[in-house]
């Protein structure tokens, strides 16, 4: 045999080891190696995702107050807008009033319940709003018109009291706004 026969039978011996040794070992380890998730990387997206969530959870709060702040400002000013057309009627003389009233309803559930009119020959009832709406910074065991606090028209803007009528109304709430102004004062 020469030298090159043996070459040649060296080659063929060592091709078909490959093929019946190492070539089952590497398929075999790349197919263990594509199936799942090694715990290093479900460790890390369970830290990726922990860390989105705390970063999300301030905007859902700052979301929440944002939307009470809303519902507090537009029901403010449905109030307000209720007593000034109480006050209009009034002045219009189609409400009752004594001479030394101030023309400001009574209490803050006569717009929602409403009056007579005296204009009227059928002495229909003139309504002010539907109902009174809530705070919604307030407690949920209070009625509508009891989380409001409400100012009479004799009482000075700088310490707003109750008294024989409703001239305003503000929130109860002592907290500050995202606009930094407190809800007292809105």
């Known amino acids: 045999m020469n030298v090159v026969n043996a070459?040649?039978?060296?080659?063929?011996?060592?091709?078909?080891?490959?093929v019946l040794f190492l070539l089952p070992l590497r398929l075999h380890e790349s197919r263990v190696t594509t199936h799942g998730f090694t715990l290093i990387e479900l460790i890390i997206t369970v830290a990726i995702v922990a860390i989105l969530a705390s970063a999300a959870l301030p905007l859902t709060q700052i979301?929440?107050?944002?939307?009470?702040?809303?519902?507090?400002h537009a029901s403010l000013r449905q109030i307000r807008e209720?007593?000034?057309?109480?006050?209009q009627a009034a002045d219009e003389g189609r409400l009752t009033r004594k001479a030394d009233e101030s023309g400001y309803p009574p209490v803050l559930g006569a717009l929602a319940s409403g009056v007579e009119d005296v204009k009227s020959p059928q002495k229909k009832m003139i309504y002010?709003?539907?109902?009174?709406?809530?705070?919604?910074?307030?407690?949920p065991e209070l009625t509508a018109?009891?989380?409001w606090g409400k100012r009479s028209y004799a009482s000075p803007p700088e310490d707003p009291k109750e008294g024989e009528d409703v001239f305003d109304v503000y929130s109860k709430e002592d907290?500050?706004?995202l606009n930094g102004v407190p809800y007292k004062e809105l």
């Open 63 to 72: 979301t929440v107050q944002r939307a009470k702040e809303q519902e507090l």
């Open 82 to 87: 209720a007593i000034d057309a109480y006050k």
């Open 175 to 177: 907290g500050v706004g």
């Open 128 to 139: 002010f709003l539907r109902r009174v709406p809530r705070d919604p910074f307030a407690p």
């Open 145 to 147: 018109a009891e989380t």
């Open 7 to 18: 070459v040649n039978v060296v080659n063929v011996v060592n091709a078909r080891f490959r």
